[in-house]
């Protein structure tokens, strides 16, 4: 079923005043607080939104929803908009199976379901049974499953969970044949994997937070522990602490084998220390490997004594390394595979080889070589998107990969190593015809340059007449790549003419480390400048119109969608900020908001950060001015980037926006940063999003 654009023209006409009448926004209280940086003054009126747990804040949050939604329920076609997207969502998808104590496990969504189920099966193919089902652990989906660990002997399933959407999680501990649940249950537990050994575990918590700051503190202390099974969980042993770098995250694995303890602690979002502990030796002690934050060091696994690394010490766009842990010193390292053109985004051993995933211009490639780094064959795959490269166990020769793209849903193949052949596992079936769409990569120039690759999503056919509705997308920060994949929501808007746009700005990963550290603290300025020239490339080259222009970004894009709508709010005509970093002067004080400032800096920096900061910084830069018609989207639980910053942000903007577009705010109740959220919270957000985007996009043909 196609969206009815015929019953979405005469709903259109029936509404066309919306765009013509003033919204009356609830009356936001302004305080005369402000704060003094380096002896200039910075005001900030609306600091008292930033106290989560007040009833004014509360009365706040209610009132902006009541505004939003009573203008949301009114767009033309909302509801034949959900009813698509429904029927979109509604197909199977699975993970890439893995085996533990010679079962497989992998989870599924049969189509509607809140959350994913975890299985289990004797045979690949074979009988499955359900291991945990996560749907059943809330009412109405708001509890997920933040992660799983099958013991090696496969008799317990170690799992954590998030409550509506927070960063924090707790261990449960299950045992398989049973389906028995052991009293070991951890709470306080955040960034944080587990990791088995000797009939325990291994794990990252906090101290516990004081009642009502649990969504908002500074995250500091983060300490590792290890769990005995059947023990009290406060004789839980501290295994690594350092109190004396409060604002640090420490985070612990084993290798496969169990030989080798490894300790990687970071004191940002990008370079780590690496430490490891031979577990066989009595007198266990923690080895350095690398004591310095500057660098990744990322252990793959071990072979015998000797692990191999993953890091961009010396090699901006990564290489691999191998460490003799009984002699761990640089002058002892061997370089296994060197850096090259392309940037080494994972590695996996598989099978008695190395698997390689590379991206070049944006997109998977992989290649399989031996624990010497002799190249031995290039793995193809079905055509341009991503994958995570070939994943399986060193001593297995079966190996599975997934495969997506634009127009390609999650594909599942499994991987002979022997062989080499190839064997589609899962196909999902979308109901949708991918031979209609296209996918193509556009290079484009930015203001100071730089040649910056989009990716170009959109139906067979298009004509160039600079009318076409179009969503640009980006990111642009903490190295993160943005790659081909497969999302439902972006196909909606495809499937109805229009263009989805993915620029690959700087600040991400997608050249190594040089074009991360272009996009970042004094050079922030880059990004913005990239996703403008994006913009006005899609215009000049008749894709599209400013008038036919959205922007979308997410939590750092949320930054980036708040920062150019400032700078440009011309050039676009909807901007969909969500869960954006809008006060970039006291970004830092909240949550794990400290471990930013490699990519941002700080306000306390210096007298030149701060005022680079505050003439970008979302909230303060709004000056009155007519602004894109707004739609910013937060949640009450998002303890990552708190709501604190949407909210002063769309006080503001409602306060200077001179133009009569709506500037709302969507508040979510019950979610958090999006990981975990309920399919059916999921379906109903990108509904409103769809219905204000395509009204003011003037998509009626």
Known sequence: MKFN?????????????????????????????????????????????????????????????????????????????????TELMDYPRESAPYKRAG??????NDGLQNQSVLYMSETLGGEEQVLLDPNKLSDDGTVALAGTEITPDGKYLIYRISRSGSDWNEIYVMEIETRELLPDVIKWVKFSGTAWYNNGFFYSAYPSPEAGSELSRSNENHIVKYHKLGTPTEDDIIIYANPEAPKQTNYASVTEDRRFLLLSASQGTSGNALYFEDLEKPGKTFVPVMESFEWDFNVIDNIGDNLYVLTNYKAPKNRLIRVDTK????????????????VLRSVNLVGGKISVTYMKNAYSHVEVY??????????????????????????????????????????????????????????????????????????????????????????????????????????????????????????????????????????????????HEAGTKLKKQNVFDDFIAAGEYLISEK???????????????????????????????????????????RYHKFTIG??????????????EMFRYLLAYSPYHAIRAADYPATLVTTADHDDRVVPAHSFKYIARLQEMHTGKLPVLIRIETKAGHGAGKPTAKVIEEQTDIWAFTMYHLGMTR
Not at 103 to 108: A, E, G, I, Q, V
Not at 408 to 417: C, L, Q, V
Request: glycine share 10%; aromatic share 16%; net charge negative.
């Open 594 to 607: 400290w471990a930013w400032a490699g990519d941002y800096g700080t306000s306390e920096d210096s007298e």
């Open 5 to 85: 654009y015929l019953f979405f023209l005469m709903a259109f006409s029936a509404v066309a005043c919306m765009e013509t009448q003033r919204i009356n926004y609830p009356e936001t209280r302004k305080d005369d607080v402000n704060d003094t940086y380096f002896g200039t003054q910075v005001s900030d009126p609306y600091r008292w939104l930033e106290d989560d747990n007040s009833a004014e804040t509360a009365e706040w949050v209610t009132a902006q929803n009541e505004v939003t939604f009573a203008y949301l329920n009114q767009l033309p076609g909302r509801e034949m908009i959900k009813s698509r997207l």
């Open 103 to 108: 079962k497989y496990f992998y989870s599924r």
């Open 327 to 342: 002699a761990p010193a640089e002058e002892n390292w061997t370089v296994i595979i060197p850096e090259k053109d392309d």
């Open 543 to 585: 894709y599209t119109t400013a008038k036919k222009l959205a922007i979308q970004g997410g939590s750092n894009g949320g930054l980036l969608v708040g920062a150019v709508a400032n700078q440009r709010p011309d050039l676009f005509r909807v901007a969909l900020p969500a869960v954006g970093v809008m006060d970039m002067l």
């Open 370 to 515: 031996d624990y010497e780094g002799g190249f031995e064959y290039a793995l193809e795959l079905p055509g341009i998107g991503s994958t995570g490269g070939l994943s399986g166990n060193k001593d297995d020769n079966e190996a599975f990969y997934s495969f997506s793209s634009y127009n390609t849903p999650g594909e599942i193949y499994r991987y002979d190593m022997n062989t080499r052949e190839t064997t589609l596992h899962y196909r999902p079936e979308v109901k949708f015809n991918p031979d209609e769409f296209q996918v193509d990569q556009v290079w484009y120039t930015s203001k100071d340059g730089t040649k910056v690759p989009m990716f170009l999503f959109y139906k067979k056919g298009l004509q160039r007449n600079g009318n076409n509705p179009t969503l640009l997308y980006g990111y642009g920060g903490f190295d993160i790549s943005q790659t081909p994949g497969f999302s439902v929501q972006r196909l909606f808007f495809v499937e109805n003419g229009g263009i989805l746009a993915v620029a690959n700005l700087r600040g991400g990963g997608e050249f190594g480390k040089a074009w």
